[in-house]
């Protein structure tokens, strides 16, 4: 069975400061996606970046980048330049397609709370 | 954003009473997702549906029913609550026109549940 793991419950950053959050699963899969998730305090699910496995090229959004490593199978997000509203709990998830249903089943890690320090 | 809503927002009930959680979206996906949400669990699949009257378990099933009569509205119901089932439920929806929409998981903004 996948499962993600995120080993950090809790971290912060100051301000325009950089920061990595890891994340790690575990697969027999070659053929599945990766995503991480943001949910600041209004708890609504925000879709932050998005990575095909079979892409070698890291996906970057604004500053918002991840650093993808297949054979280690990690998945860290990097934030650039944060600000406050970037404040929220980051999940990483990992998704592959379900053969029998045609539909695509997400396994959801326990989830990074961020806060950003002014 | 996507067209998701989930109804009621907030809803606090006793044991043993019945309990109907509603999403409904405007995007015509064909898949739906309820997951609920837990402290220190991340999110985890209750149901979902790959089409009109096409429904399955998730991981976490067990006291939950779905029905998917038509493509806008995926109804969750608790038969009879109970206090482990407090939490926060997510809709979810995915689209069918290959990637990134089919893979990609745009979320309804969760209704809080509290069983007394």
């Known amino acids: 069975a996948q499962t993600v793991t995120q080993s950090q419950p809790e971290m912060s950053v100051q301000e325009a400061e950089t920061v990595t959050l890891s994340c790690t699963y575990d697969t027999s899969e070659n053929n599945y996606y990766l995503f991480w998730y943001k949910q600041p305090p209004s708890r609504q699910m925000i879709l932050v970046i998005r990575q095909e496995a079979y892409k070698q090229q890291n996906a970057t959004e604004n500053r918002f980048s991840v650093n993808f490593q297949k054979a280690a199978k990690s998945f860290s997000l990097k934030i650039s330049d944060s600000q406050l509203g970037d404040t929220a709990m980051y999940f990483c998830a990992f998704m592959k397609p379900d053969a029998t249903s045609g539909t695509y089943k997400y396994i959801f890690g326990t989830g990074t709370r961020l806060k950003v320090l002014a | 954003d996507a067209g998701i809503t989930q109804s009621p927002r907030h809803k606090v009930t006793e044991t043993g009473t019945p309990v109907t959680l509603r999403c409904h979206q405007t995007e015509n996906h064909r898949y739906m997702y309820w997951y609920r949400q837990d402290p220190g669990h991340g999110l985890r699949l209750i149901h979902y549906?790959?089409?009109?009257?096409?429904?399955d378990k998730g991981e976490v099933s067990d006291g939950y029913s779905v029905s998917r009569s038509k493509t806008e509205d995926f109804l969750l119901t608790l038969e009879s609550a109970t206090s482990s089932q407090t939490s926060v439920y997510f809709c979810a929806i995915s689209g069918t026109n290959g990637p990134p929409n089919t893979d990609t998981q745009y979320f309804g903004p969760g209704t809080r549940l509290t069983v007394l």
């Open positions: 549906s790959y089409g009109v009257k096409d429904t």
